[in-house]
């Protein structure tokens, strides 16, 4: 998941999806694994926080569409692109609080980003993974005029920590996982967008993902 869901879409959707990789985790044991059988080295999936599209009256609808395309190097060692399109109109770094909708931390617009990411995951024991996500995204600034203002860049780097449950004969699969965000470059920021991210860390901690894709 990239982080573009603010708390509201977390809660929302957050909590039914690992209550339900538990359960499927508990019918398919025997075949989860990092190195299940049989073994399938391509992989084409998604984030299920799309959903978070589809929530009425949303005041920060991200607009979000993900692809990911994978290959297994080896059983322990997997990597993978994902093409990612999403808009926001708070700063990433707002913690976990009422001031991820709050009037005053708003940009005076938002910003619609379109990005490819490589990710690389390792697995170490059983479904426990790890991953780490490099987005490289062209970004877009829109006033709230729906005018465009500006076009910069970013970097936006995912440390992941998460599980794989596979069932289906290994054919499909979801990941409920956590991570820590954060945005090293981030260029060509118009200045009015910049006074409210200046306010903010440039990284987030703690942000839940839930991926799911079908193996072949």
């Known amino acids: 998941m990239h982080p573009f869901i603010h708390a509201k879409v977390m809660k929302r959707l957050c909590i039914f999806p690992l209550l339900l990789g538990l359960l499927w985790s508990t019918q398919a044991q025997a075949q989860t694994s990092g190195t299940d059988a049989p073994y399938r080295r ?21 607009h979000f569409v993900q692809l990911n395309v994978g290959y297994r ?21 707002i913690p976990y ?6 009037p005053d931390t708003k940009y005076p617009g938002y910003v619609r980003e ?18 780490v996500h490099a987005l490289n995204a062209a970004q877009t600034y829109v006033d709230d005029n729906d005018r465009k203002v500006q076009r910069g860049y970013q970097l936006f780097m995912t440390y992941r920590l998460g599980y794989h449950i596979a069932f289906w004969r290994n054919r499909l699969f979801v990941e409920p996982s956590v991570a820590m965000t954060h945005w090293p470059i981030n260029t060509n920021v118009p200045e009015a967008f910049a006074r409210q991210e200046r306010r903010w860390p440039r990284y987030f901690l703690f942000e839940p993902g839930l991926h799911f894709g079908v193996k072949f």
Request: charged share 15%; net charge neutral.
């Open 73 to 93: 190097l080896t059983p322990r060692d997997v990597v993978s692109l994902e093409a990612i399109t999403w808009r926001y109109a708070w700063p990433l770094g």
């Open 114 to 131: 379109v990005g490819l990411a490589l990710a690389y995951q390792r697995f170490w024991w059983k479904g426990v993974y790890t991953a």
């Open 42 to 62: 391509f992989f084409v999936g998604s984030s299920l926080f799309m959903l978070g599209n589809f929530i009425p009256d949303d005041p920060n609808p991200p």
């Open 97 to 102: 609080s009422k001031g991820q909708e709050a």
